[in-house]
Protein backbone atom coordinates (compact mmCIF):
# COMPACT_ATOMS: atom_id res chain seq x y z
CA UNK A 1 0.00 0.00 0.00
CA UNK A 2 1.29 3.23 -0.89
CA UNK A 3 -0.93 6.15 0.94
CA UNK A 4 -1.38 9.74 2.26
CA UNK A 5 -4.90 10.65 4.19
CA UNK A 6 -4.26 14.64 4.78
CA UNK A 7 -6.09 16.18 7.54
CA UNK A 8 -6.49 19.16 4.52
CA UNK A 9 -5.20 19.95 1.37
CA UNK A 10 -4.36 23.84 2.82
CA UNK A 11 -2.48 25.07 5.22
CA UNK A 12 -3.56 29.06 6.38
CA UNK A 13 -1.57 31.75 4.33
CA UNK A 14 -0.71 28.84 1.98
CA UNK A 15 -1.19 27.59 -1.69
CA UNK A 16 -3.21 24.70 -2.28
CA UNK A 17 -0.96 21.44 -1.55
CA UNK A 18 1.89 23.12 -1.61
CA UNK A 19 2.89 22.08 2.05
CA UNK A 20 2.71 18.83 0.96
CA UNK A 21 4.24 19.02 -2.29
CA UNK A 22 7.52 16.56 -1.29
CA UNK A 23 5.49 14.15 0.00
CA UNK A 24 3.08 14.21 -3.08
CA UNK A 25 5.93 13.95 -5.26
CA UNK A 26 7.49 10.99 -3.11
CA UNK A 27 4.23 9.13 -3.21
CA UNK A 28 3.66 9.61 -7.06
CA UNK A 29 7.27 8.74 -7.94
CA UNK A 30 7.55 7.47 -11.31
CA UNK A 31 3.92 7.88 -12.17
CA UNK A 32 3.34 10.52 -15.16
CA UNK A 33 -0.64 10.87 -14.65
CA UNK A 34 -3.13 10.33 -12.24
CA UNK A 35 -7.11 10.16 -11.92
CA UNK A 36 -8.34 13.08 -9.70
CA UNK A 37 -12.40 12.48 -7.91
CA UNK A 38 -13.80 15.43 -8.30
CA UNK A 39 -17.07 14.64 -6.54
CA UNK A 40 -17.48 16.17 -2.85
CA UNK A 41 -17.40 19.34 -4.50
CA UNK A 42 -16.58 21.78 -2.05
CA UNK A 43 -18.86 25.34 -1.36
CA UNK A 44 -20.72 23.19 -4.50
CA UNK A 45 -17.92 24.16 -7.19
CA UNK A 46 -18.00 22.24 -10.72
CA UNK A 47 -16.36 18.83 -11.30
CA UNK A 48 -14.51 20.13 -14.33
CA UNK A 49 -13.34 23.80 -12.16
CA UNK A 50 -12.71 21.41 -9.57
CA UNK A 51 -10.29 19.44 -11.49
CA UNK A 52 -8.40 22.15 -12.93
CA UNK A 53 -7.39 23.81 -9.04
CA UNK A 54 -5.98 19.84 -9.05
CA UNK A 55 -4.35 20.18 -12.48
CA UNK A 56 -2.74 23.55 -11.21
CA UNK A 57 -1.21 22.18 -8.81
CA UNK A 58 0.19 18.70 -10.56
CA UNK A 59 1.65 20.14 -13.65
CA UNK A 60 4.08 22.07 -11.30
CA UNK A 61 5.61 18.45 -10.60
CA UNK A 62 5.07 16.88 -13.96
CA UNK A 63 1.88 14.82 -13.42
CA UNK A 64 -0.97 14.92 -15.65
CA UNK A 65 -4.72 14.59 -14.09
CA UNK A 66 -7.64 13.51 -15.59
CA UNK A 67 -11.03 13.66 -13.66
CA UNK A 68 -12.52 10.82 -13.41
CA UNK A 69 -16.28 12.74 -14.28
CA UNK A 70 -15.22 13.07 -17.90
CA UNK A 71 -15.10 9.00 -17.87
CA UNK A 72 -18.12 7.12 -19.29
CA UNK A 73 -17.11 4.26 -18.03
CA UNK A 74 -15.58 5.33 -14.60
CA UNK A 75 -14.90 1.59 -13.61
CA UNK A 76 -12.73 1.18 -16.39
CA UNK A 77 -10.89 4.46 -15.87
CA UNK A 78 -10.18 3.42 -12.37
CA UNK A 79 -8.63 -0.19 -13.03
CA UNK A 80 -6.95 1.48 -15.74
CA UNK A 81 -5.42 4.32 -13.57
CA UNK A 82 -2.14 4.73 -12.46
CA UNK A 83 -3.19 6.62 -8.98
CA UNK A 84 -5.64 8.64 -7.44
CA UNK A 85 -5.88 11.94 -5.58
CA UNK A 86 -9.78 12.51 -4.19
CA UNK A 87 -10.04 16.10 -2.71
CA UNK A 88 -11.74 17.59 -0.01
CA UNK A 89 -15.46 19.00 -0.01
CA UNK A 90 -18.59 17.71 1.46
CA UNK A 91 -18.02 13.68 2.31
CA UNK A 92 -21.95 12.78 1.95
CA UNK A 93 -21.71 14.04 -1.96
CA UNK A 94 -18.70 12.07 -2.15
CA UNK A 95 -19.75 8.37 -0.59
CA UNK A 96 -23.00 8.80 -2.35
CA UNK A 97 -21.66 9.35 -5.69
CA UNK A 98 -18.99 6.68 -5.13
CA UNK A 99 -21.83 3.63 -4.25
CA UNK A 100 -23.79 5.04 -6.99
CA UNK A 101 -21.51 4.45 -9.22
CA UNK A 102 -19.97 1.48 -7.76
CA UNK A 103 -16.75 2.75 -7.20
CA UNK A 104 -16.13 2.29 -3.34
CA UNK A 105 -14.92 -1.44 -3.84
CA UNK A 106 -13.02 -0.93 -6.80
CA UNK A 107 -10.90 1.87 -6.04
CA UNK A 108 -10.35 -0.12 -2.83
CA UNK A 109 -9.10 -2.84 -4.50
CA UNK A 110 -6.90 -0.73 -7.02
CA UNK A 111 -5.50 0.72 -3.78
CA UNK A 112 -5.07 -2.50 -1.98
CA UNK A 113 -3.03 -3.36 -4.94
CA UNK A 114 -0.57 -0.36 -4.67
CA UNK A 115 -1.39 2.39 -6.94
CA UNK A 116 -0.63 5.32 -5.02
CA UNK A 117 -3.67 7.60 -3.54
CA UNK A 118 -4.16 10.95 -2.07
CA UNK A 119 -6.59 11.88 -0.01
CA UNK A 120 -7.70 15.16 1.63
CA UNK A 121 -10.28 16.03 3.77
CA UNK A 122 -13.30 14.44 2.91
CA UNK A 123 -10.85 12.47 0.34
CA UNK A 124 -9.51 10.92 2.92
CA UNK A 125 -12.39 10.17 5.18
CA UNK A 126 -12.96 7.76 2.62
CA UNK A 127 -9.69 5.90 3.36
CA UNK A 128 -11.18 5.13 6.82
CA UNK A 129 -13.62 2.50 7.66
CA UNK A 130 -16.57 4.59 7.80
CA UNK A 131 -17.51 7.99 7.74
CA UNK A 132 -19.33 8.17 10.87
CA UNK A 133 -16.64 10.92 11.86
CA UNK A 134 -17.09 13.30 9.49
CA UNK A 135 -17.61 17.10 10.19
CA UNK A 136 -19.40 17.80 6.81
CA UNK A 137 -23.01 18.36 6.57
CA UNK A 138 -25.43 15.48 5.39
CA UNK A 139 -26.63 17.48 2.03
CA UNK A 140 -27.50 14.32 0.79
CA UNK A 141 -28.64 11.03 1.85
CA UNK A 142 -25.66 7.86 0.69
CA UNK A 143 -26.89 4.26 0.55
CA UNK A 144 -24.48 3.82 3.11
CA UNK A 145 -21.60 4.94 5.47
CA UNK A 146 -19.10 2.68 4.27
CA UNK A 147 -15.88 3.31 3.03
CA UNK A 148 -13.08 1.91 1.91
CA UNK A 149 -11.09 0.63 5.10
CA UNK A 150 -8.01 1.41 3.89
CA UNK A 151 -6.46 2.12 7.31
CA UNK A 152 -8.16 0.22 10.48
CA UNK A 153 -9.86 2.95 11.75
CA UNK A 154 -11.27 6.24 11.23
CA UNK A 155 -10.57 9.86 10.25
CA UNK A 156 -11.62 13.22 11.75
CA UNK A 157 -10.00 15.48 9.34
CA UNK A 158 -9.41 19.01 10.45
CA UNK A 159 -9.45 18.09 13.86
CA UNK A 160 -9.96 21.15 16.12
CA UNK A 161 -9.40 21.73 20.08
CA UNK A 162 -12.32 23.04 22.28
CA UNK A 163 -12.02 26.69 22.23
CA UNK A 164 -12.44 27.59 26.00
CA UNK A 165 -13.37 31.37 24.84
CA UNK A 166 -16.10 30.02 22.82
CA UNK A 167 -19.46 31.58 24.15
CA UNK A 168 -21.20 28.85 22.09
CA UNK A 169 -23.41 25.64 23.23
CA UNK A 170 -22.76 23.26 19.92
CA UNK A 171 -20.60 20.75 21.05
CA UNK A 172 -16.89 20.15 20.51
CA UNK A 173 -15.26 17.76 18.09
CA UNK A 174 -14.03 16.09 21.43
CA UNK A 175 -17.56 15.85 22.35
CA UNK A 176 -18.94 14.44 18.90
CA UNK A 177 -16.50 11.86 19.00
CA UNK A 178 -16.74 10.37 22.12
CA UNK A 179 -20.73 10.39 21.28
CA UNK A 180 -19.58 8.08 18.57
CA UNK A 181 -17.69 5.68 20.20
CA UNK A 182 -21.05 5.65 22.78
CA UNK A 183 -22.35 3.56 19.79
CA UNK A 184 -19.39 2.58 17.78
CA UNK A 185 -16.30 0.51 19.34
CA UNK A 186 -13.34 2.12 16.45
CA UNK A 187 -10.37 4.08 17.08
CA UNK A 188 -10.78 7.67 15.55
CA UNK A 189 -7.64 9.38 14.56
CA UNK A 190 -8.29 13.36 15.34
CA UNK A 191 -6.18 14.61 12.36
CA UNK A 192 -4.92 18.17 12.99
CA UNK A 193 -4.24 20.66 10.16
CA UNK A 194 -0.77 20.01 8.79
CA UNK A 195 -0.51 16.20 9.35
CA UNK A 196 -1.30 13.29 7.60
CA UNK A 197 -1.13 9.41 7.56
CA UNK A 198 1.27 7.89 5.67
CA UNK A 199 0.68 4.08 4.71
CA UNK A 200 3.62 2.40 2.86
CA UNK A 201 3.63 -1.34 2.32
CA UNK A 202 2.33 -2.92 5.73
CA UNK A 203 3.37 0.48 7.63
CA UNK A 204 1.10 2.85 8.98
CA UNK A 205 2.45 5.91 10.42
CA UNK A 206 0.87 10.08 11.63
CA UNK A 207 3.05 12.85 9.98
CA UNK A 208 3.56 16.04 10.34
CA UNK A 209 4.03 19.09 12.17
CA UNK A 210 1.18 18.88 15.16
CA UNK A 211 0.67 16.11 17.73
CA UNK A 212 -2.52 14.17 16.85
CA UNK A 213 -5.21 13.12 19.00
CA UNK A 214 -6.59 9.48 19.64
CA UNK A 215 -10.08 8.41 20.67
CA UNK A 216 -10.94 4.79 21.50
CA UNK A 217 -13.90 3.10 23.55
CA UNK A 218 -13.58 3.81 27.21
CA UNK A 219 -10.33 5.28 26.93
CA UNK A 220 -9.02 9.09 27.39
CA UNK A 221 -8.00 10.34 24.71
CA UNK A 222 -4.28 10.87 24.13
CA UNK A 223 -1.92 12.75 21.64
CA UNK A 224 0.91 10.84 19.68
CA UNK A 225 3.87 12.20 18.16
CA UNK A 226 4.46 13.07 14.60
CA UNK A 227 6.55 9.44 12.95
CA UNK A 228 4.19 7.09 15.17
CA UNK A 229 3.06 3.80 13.77
CA UNK A 230 -0.75 3.72 14.36
CA UNK B 1 -50.19 24.34 15.82
CA UNK B 2 -48.75 25.28 19.57
CA UNK B 3 -44.35 24.87 18.82
CA UNK B 4 -41.46 26.05 19.97
CA UNK B 5 -38.49 24.80 17.95
CA UNK B 6 -35.43 26.05 19.67
CA UNK B 7 -31.70 26.84 18.70
CA UNK B 8 -30.15 25.77 22.01
CA UNK B 9 -31.63 24.40 25.31
CA UNK B 10 -29.15 26.70 27.13
CA UNK B 11 -27.89 30.12 26.74
CA UNK B 12 -23.62 30.53 28.00
CA UNK B 13 -23.45 31.13 31.68
CA UNK B 14 -27.48 30.54 31.79
CA UNK B 15 -29.23 27.39 33.75
CA UNK B 16 -31.02 24.83 31.54
CA UNK B 17 -33.76 25.98 29.69
CA UNK B 18 -34.38 29.07 32.15
CA UNK B 19 -34.14 31.73 29.10
CA UNK B 20 -37.10 29.95 27.45
CA UNK B 21 -39.26 29.56 30.95
CA UNK B 22 -41.87 32.67 30.42
CA UNK B 23 -42.01 30.68 26.56
CA UNK B 24 -42.21 27.63 27.74
CA UNK B 25 -44.59 28.16 30.66
CA UNK B 26 -47.19 29.87 28.04
CA UNK B 27 -46.69 26.99 25.55
CA UNK B 28 -47.63 24.32 28.23
CA UNK B 29 -50.50 26.50 29.80
CA UNK B 30 -53.07 23.97 30.98
CA UNK B 31 -50.90 21.01 31.08
CA UNK B 32 -49.99 19.38 33.88
CA UNK B 33 -47.65 16.29 32.59
CA UNK B 34 -45.60 15.64 29.01
CA UNK B 35 -43.55 13.38 27.65
CA UNK B 36 -39.75 13.94 27.19
CA UNK B 37 -37.91 12.60 24.56
CA UNK B 38 -34.28 11.72 25.25
CA UNK B 39 -33.30 9.95 22.28
CA UNK B 40 -30.89 12.44 21.05
CA UNK B 41 -28.66 11.75 24.13
CA UNK B 42 -26.13 14.65 24.39
CA UNK B 43 -22.67 13.67 25.39
CA UNK B 44 -23.75 9.41 25.46
CA UNK B 45 -26.25 10.37 28.76
CA UNK B 46 -28.71 7.79 29.46
CA UNK B 47 -32.25 8.15 28.72
CA UNK B 48 -32.52 8.15 32.61
CA UNK B 49 -29.92 11.09 33.13
CA UNK B 50 -31.62 13.00 30.42
CA UNK B 51 -34.88 12.68 31.30
CA UNK B 52 -34.16 14.00 35.48
CA UNK B 53 -32.36 16.80 33.65
CA UNK B 54 -35.43 17.96 31.80
CA UNK B 55 -37.58 16.76 34.80
CA UNK B 56 -35.46 19.30 37.42
CA UNK B 57 -36.51 22.14 35.27
CA UNK B 58 -40.18 21.25 34.44
CA UNK B 59 -40.73 20.61 37.75
CA UNK B 60 -39.96 24.42 38.88
CA UNK B 61 -43.62 25.07 36.44
CA UNK B 62 -45.29 22.43 37.76
CA UNK B 63 -45.49 20.09 35.00
CA UNK B 64 -44.67 16.36 35.52
CA UNK B 65 -42.45 14.36 32.66
CA UNK B 66 -42.00 11.20 31.89
CA UNK B 67 -39.79 10.00 29.66
CA UNK B 68 -40.66 8.61 26.53
CA UNK B 69 -38.67 4.84 26.78
CA UNK B 70 -40.33 4.19 30.22
CA UNK B 71 -42.81 3.23 27.94
CA UNK B 72 -43.35 -0.45 26.39
CA UNK B 73 -45.64 0.68 24.41
CA UNK B 74 -44.08 4.11 22.77
CA UNK B 75 -46.77 4.60 20.30
CA UNK B 76 -49.89 4.74 22.39
CA UNK B 77 -47.72 6.59 24.79
CA UNK B 78 -47.06 10.10 22.42
CA UNK B 79 -50.94 8.98 21.24
CA UNK B 80 -52.01 9.77 24.76
CA UNK B 81 -49.70 12.30 25.88
CA UNK B 82 -50.90 16.03 26.11
CA UNK B 83 -47.64 17.15 25.59
CA UNK B 84 -43.52 16.25 23.94
CA UNK B 85 -40.39 17.93 24.58
CA UNK B 86 -37.69 16.68 22.47
CA UNK B 87 -33.84 17.94 24.31
CA UNK B 88 -30.83 18.30 21.74
CA UNK B 89 -27.86 15.67 21.21
CA UNK B 90 -27.31 14.17 18.18
CA UNK B 91 -30.00 14.53 15.62
CA UNK B 92 -28.93 11.11 13.66
CA UNK B 93 -29.19 9.00 17.38
CA UNK B 94 -32.40 10.87 17.61
CA UNK B 95 -33.83 10.41 14.10
CA UNK B 96 -33.04 6.42 13.48
CA UNK B 97 -34.62 5.90 16.93
CA UNK B 98 -37.18 7.61 15.91
CA UNK B 99 -37.72 5.58 12.71
CA UNK B 100 -37.07 2.27 13.73
CA UNK B 101 -39.65 2.96 16.82
CA UNK B 102 -41.96 4.41 13.91
CA UNK B 103 -42.69 7.48 16.00
CA UNK B 104 -41.55 10.05 13.55
CA UNK B 105 -45.36 10.46 11.30
CA UNK B 106 -47.08 9.36 14.88
CA UNK B 107 -45.36 12.31 16.92
CA UNK B 108 -46.00 15.07 13.78
CA UNK B 109 -50.07 13.84 13.45
CA UNK B 110 -50.19 14.79 17.54
CA UNK B 111 -48.26 17.77 17.22
CA UNK B 112 -50.53 18.70 14.06
CA UNK B 113 -53.44 18.17 15.54
CA UNK B 114 -52.67 20.94 18.47
CA UNK B 115 -50.50 19.28 21.28
CA UNK B 116 -47.59 21.65 22.17
CA UNK B 117 -44.49 20.56 21.07
CA UNK B 118 -40.93 21.68 22.34
CA UNK B 119 -37.70 21.07 20.41
CA UNK B 120 -34.51 22.24 21.37
CA UNK B 121 -31.05 22.11 18.86
CA UNK B 122 -31.57 17.97 17.12
CA UNK B 123 -35.64 18.45 18.87
CA UNK B 124 -35.76 21.58 15.98
CA UNK B 125 -33.99 19.85 13.83
CA UNK B 126 -37.12 17.00 13.40
CA UNK B 127 -39.58 19.90 13.29
CA UNK B 128 -37.55 20.81 10.01
CA UNK B 129 -38.40 19.13 6.62
CA UNK B 130 -35.64 17.02 6.73
CA UNK B 131 -32.23 16.50 8.85
CA UNK B 132 -29.70 17.42 6.01
CA UNK B 133 -29.21 20.91 7.62
CA UNK B 134 -27.98 19.46 10.57
CA UNK B 135 -24.56 20.00 12.50
CA UNK B 136 -24.22 16.65 14.13
CA UNK B 137 -21.90 14.19 13.07
CA UNK B 138 -22.87 10.73 11.79
CA UNK B 139 -22.44 8.71 14.44
CA UNK B 140 -25.46 6.51 13.17
CA UNK B 141 -27.01 5.50 10.12
CA UNK B 142 -30.68 6.75 10.31
CA UNK B 143 -33.00 4.73 7.71
CA UNK B 144 -33.86 7.93 6.11
CA UNK B 145 -33.27 11.58 6.47
CA UNK B 146 -37.48 12.68 6.40
CA UNK B 147 -38.17 14.84 9.59
CA UNK B 148 -41.86 15.65 10.64
CA UNK B 149 -42.16 18.96 8.42
CA UNK B 150 -43.84 20.59 11.32
CA UNK B 151 -42.50 23.95 9.55
CA UNK B 152 -42.13 24.33 5.51
CA UNK B 153 -38.37 24.70 5.43
CA UNK B 154 -35.34 23.26 7.70
CA UNK B 155 -32.91 24.86 10.65
CA UNK B 156 -30.12 24.97 11.37
CA UNK B 157 -29.52 25.15 15.15
CA UNK B 158 -26.57 26.74 16.56
CA UNK B 159 -25.52 28.90 13.63
CA UNK B 160 -22.42 30.43 13.91
CA UNK B 161 -21.13 33.36 12.01
CA UNK B 162 -17.70 32.93 10.46
CA UNK B 163 -15.31 33.66 12.52
CA UNK B 164 -12.30 35.82 9.94
CA UNK B 165 -9.95 35.21 12.94
CA UNK B 166 -9.90 31.20 12.69
CA UNK B 167 -6.94 29.68 11.19
CA UNK B 168 -8.38 26.46 10.11
CA UNK B 169 -9.80 25.36 7.15
CA UNK B 170 -12.89 23.56 8.00
CA UNK B 171 -15.76 24.85 6.23
CA UNK B 172 -17.97 27.70 7.41
CA UNK B 173 -21.53 26.79 8.81
CA UNK B 174 -22.36 29.62 5.70
CA UNK B 175 -20.42 27.45 3.04
CA UNK B 176 -22.01 24.02 4.23
CA UNK B 177 -25.50 25.59 3.92
CA UNK B 178 -24.54 26.64 0.48
CA UNK B 179 -23.81 23.36 -0.29
CA UNK B 180 -26.70 22.19 0.84
CA UNK B 181 -28.41 24.33 -1.41
CA UNK B 182 -26.42 23.08 -4.27
CA UNK B 183 -28.04 19.74 -3.86
CA UNK B 184 -31.67 21.26 -2.59
CA UNK B 185 -34.38 23.76 -3.23
CA UNK B 186 -35.02 24.57 0.52
CA UNK B 187 -35.30 27.59 2.68
CA UNK B 188 -32.93 27.27 5.37
CA UNK B 189 -32.90 29.01 8.83
CA UNK B 190 -29.97 29.58 10.38
CA UNK B 191 -31.04 30.01 14.08
CA UNK B 192 -28.66 31.86 16.33
CA UNK B 193 -28.47 30.59 19.88
CA UNK B 194 -31.09 33.25 22.17
CA UNK B 195 -33.56 32.88 19.16
CA UNK B 196 -36.54 29.95 18.32
CA UNK B 197 -39.27 29.85 15.81
CA UNK B 198 -42.52 30.10 17.64
CA UNK B 199 -45.76 28.25 15.42
CA UNK B 200 -49.29 29.35 16.49
CA UNK B 201 -52.56 27.94 15.02
CA UNK B 202 -50.98 29.10 11.31
CA UNK B 203 -48.55 31.52 12.17
CA UNK B 204 -44.78 30.82 12.30
CA UNK B 205 -42.37 33.42 13.61
CA UNK B 206 -39.03 33.89 14.50
CA UNK B 207 -38.20 34.89 17.89
CA UNK B 208 -35.56 35.81 20.56
CA UNK B 209 -32.46 38.03 20.97
CA UNK B 210 -30.48 37.76 17.12
CA UNK B 211 -31.02 38.65 13.92
CA UNK B 212 -31.87 35.34 12.15
CA UNK B 213 -29.69 34.52 8.76
CA UNK B 214 -32.46 33.05 5.89
CA UNK B 215 -30.60 30.85 3.11
CA UNK B 216 -32.65 30.16 -0.25
CA UNK B 217 -31.58 28.66 -3.78
CA UNK B 218 -29.84 31.30 -5.99
CA UNK B 219 -30.21 34.07 -3.17
CA UNK B 220 -27.76 35.86 -1.19
CA UNK B 221 -28.17 35.03 2.34
CA UNK B 222 -29.92 37.80 4.09
CA UNK B 223 -31.04 38.61 7.87
CA UNK B 224 -34.95 38.88 9.30
CA UNK B 225 -35.55 40.47 12.67
CA UNK B 226 -37.31 38.89 16.15
CA UNK B 227 -40.94 39.07 15.12
CA UNK B 228 -40.95 38.40 11.58
CA UNK B 229 -42.83 35.72 9.85
CA UNK B 230 -41.60 33.39 8.03
Given at each position: MNIILASTSTLFG???LEYLREEITNLFQGIDEIIFI?????????HEDYTQKARSFFEKINIKVKGL?????KIAAVNNAKGFFTGGGNTFLLVKTLHEENLMSILKNNVENGKPYLGCSAGSNI????????????IVYPS????????PFNINPHYLDPNP????NGETRETRIKEFLTQNDLKVVGLREGNWIRGKNNKITVEGTELTRIFEKDKEPYEIKPGTEL
Open positions: GDYPFARPGGISHEFDDGGQNMKTTNDMPGFDCMGLVELKH
